[in-house]
């Protein structure tokens, strides 16, 4: 068996102690040896990183122009809670820590999600779903409109 794949998402900053503030504020870590004053290595779990690189670090590793998400979404960036008290507590953190609404709370009963922009625009989603859907019940669970 091959070994699983790590993903590392790399994101551009313009406050690199601002976003590492942020982001501590709700609850991540970063791996020290891997942060310095142009990136810090924010850990997600074992299997995956989100690499907050200073702007012009950032751009060390692109031909093409940085996108400024405060004016356009490049991504949308999705993390999952355990429960739905959990996406909240994370979500109620974010906008708690100066980040904003991205778009109003989803809620479908077997999956809960709400959104926020970090500090630098960049769109973050938390979501839960039962593990009834997790185990692939979820289409039969989607409320079909009248």
């Known amino acids: 068996m091959s070994q ?3 993903l590392f998402v790399n994101l551009p900053v313009r406050d690199l102690e601002a976003a590492k503030a942020f982001f501590t504020a709700l609850d991540f870590a970063f791996d020290p040896k891997f942060t310095d004053a142009n990136c810090a290595c924010m850990v997600l779990n074992d299997q995956a990183y989100v690499m907050l690189l200073a702007e012009q670090r950032f ?6 122009p940085t996108v400024d998400a405060r004016e356009a979404t490049e991504s949308i960036l999705c993390v999952s809670a355990g429960d739905r008290a959990g996406v909240d ?20 009963g077997f999956m809960f999600g709400r959104s926020f922009h970090d500090l630098d625009g960049h769109h973050w989603e ?15 669970m989607v409320e079909q409109p009248a």
């Open 4 to 6: 699983p794949r790590m």
């Open 126 to 140: 938390v979501m839960w779903m039962s593990p009834e859907a997790v185990d692939g019940c979820a289409a039969d």
């Open 89 to 108: 507590t994370l979500a109620d953190a974010a906008l708690a820590a100066g980040g904003t609404q991205a778009s109003p709370p989803m809620d479908h």
């Open 59 to 64: 751009a060390d590793f692109t031909t093409r």
